[in-house]
């Protein structure tokens, strides 16, 4: 996303002025959105594929559900950039969205199976487009866009060394405890990565989570100990746990997509929705995992059977509680889901401006996964809640970390909406 980057400016004037702006400086309407909605599910696929082709030596490990929209910020932040020079030299958009994808799709992910479904995508994408010059020079605008993002992304730390386990003490996530029998944390390495508009990981670094001897912390553990537990009556509660149960990164681009599809945006519309929001979900998400592992607290699974070690009196210990919706092997505090949606939202709410909020969003479940409900949100802060509620109801988070998640996402997209400005 290099055309738009430079000096922040507030984020209350950008909201104001991102609306009423056109898609970019002297162009009209540019034609090509479905092909930038058909990369993002082909990213989402390739992206979220898991398991291995028969031949795969090793099998090849599913991507952790925090690091996802990292990969989809590189493809998507090498698009907007392919779609903004294909449309100003006249070049085939959809070619350049192709080629653009393609190449940081095929970059990140060599094994058969991913490489199957992109090379799938590639033909059908290529193949669709008429040949002339138009598609020759929006290839290579795609490919060059490609390169400058896996140029300056080389080295960010990706896939970096985990970090090192902390020994279980009252409070203090450890993975024998939170998930047993797992002994390592999935991508501990995200909370080192270099972010995309943050100065550093731990810009927005909260203050953590309340003391054990705090009445706020067994006011926070009572609510989840009561409304996120697998034996609430409350069914309500327990559906909205499970409603944001279908993995993030899938249900938010499902959402993006129909949105994208539903305000006719056009291809660098679309393209810049893809690209700010999932920037916005990528660098949330570091900066949760930096608050993660600098805090390390212990999740309800291990807090609740074990609350006779926090020194509280008022948390009673039940040794037989459960959570409805199963618990990721990471530290509790903050929240994951409302750092990356409550960003996501926030930069659509940004981009709307005084235009009403709509975004519909569905959950599938089950094996194969079939749509269980769909619902439409008027306001950012309705997703906001939603997500905070389902969080607790489903047994995962305190109310705290949701809170603290929250403005974490809020602080990050309001750095996105203004480098974009």
């Not at 700010?276 to 807090?303: E, G, M, Q, V, Y």
Request: charged share 20%.
């Amino acid at each position: 996303m290099r055309r738009y980057l430079h000096p922040a400016v507030a984020a209350t004037v950008l909201t104001a002025t991102l609306v009423a702006a056109p898609p970019a400086a002297g162009h009209s309407r540019v034609d090509g959105a479905s092909s930038v909605l058909a990369w993002n599910l082909t990213a989402v696929e390739t992206i979220v594929s898991v398991g291995a082709l028969p031949a795969e030596t090793p099998p090849v490990p599913p991507v952790p559900g925090p690091v996802a929209p990292l990969y989809l910020a590189y493809v998507h932040r090498a698009v907007y950039d392919a779609v903004q020079d294909a449309a100003d030299q006249s070049a085939s958009v959809p070619a350049a969205v192709a080629a653009a994808a393609h190449t940081v799709l095929d970059a990140y992910f060599p094994q058969p199976r991913q490489q199957t479904i992109i090379e799938t995508a590639w033909t059908k994408a290529v193949d669709s487009i008429p040949d002339g010059t138009a598609k020759t020079e929006g290839m290579a605008v795609g490919e060059d866009a490609a390169a400058t993002l896996l140029q300056e992304r080389k080295g960010d730390g990706l896939n970096d060394r985990p970090l090192r386990l902390p020994q279980y003490r009252p409070g203090v996530w450890t993975p024998a405890v939170a998930t047993p029998p797992v002994t390592a944390a999935a991508a501990s390495w995200l909370g080192t990565v270099e972010p995309f508009v943050l100065r550093s990981p731990s810009q927005f670094r909260p203050d953590g989570p309340p003391d054990l001897t705090s009445g706020r912390w067994a006011t926070d553990f009572d609510e989840v100990k009561v409304h996120g537990s697998s034996a609430n009556p409350v069914k309500a509660e327990t559906d909205v746990g499970r409603f944001w149960a279908d993995p993030p990164a899938v249900q938010s681009q499902r959402a993006l997509r129909l949105y994208a599809e539903r305000q006719r945006l056009d291809a660098i519309g679309a393209a810049r929705l893809l690209a700010l929001t999932n920037t916005a979900s990528a660098d949330a998400l570091i900066a949760c995992a930096d608050a993660k592992f600098h805090f390390n607290f212990w999740r309800p699974f291990s807090a609740i059977p074990r609350a006779a070690d926090d020194g509280k009196a008022r948390t009673v210990p039940d040794p037989a509680w459960t959570p409805p919706v199963p618990t990721p092997n990471f530290p509790e505090y903050p929240s994951n889901h409302s750092c990356a949606t409550t960003a996501i939202v926030t930069v659509i709410d940004g981009l709307n401006g005084s235009s009403p909020f709509r975004l519909t969003i569905s959950s599938y479940r089950g094996s194969p996964p079939v749509l269980a409900e769909t619902q439409t949100f008027a306001s950012a802060q309705q997703v906001i809640d939603d997500v905070a509620n389902g969080r607790v109801w489903g047994g995962l988070h305190y109310r705290f970390s949701t809170t603290d998640g929250t403005e974490i996402g809020r602080a990050v997209a309001a750095e996105v909406l203004s480098e974009e400005g």
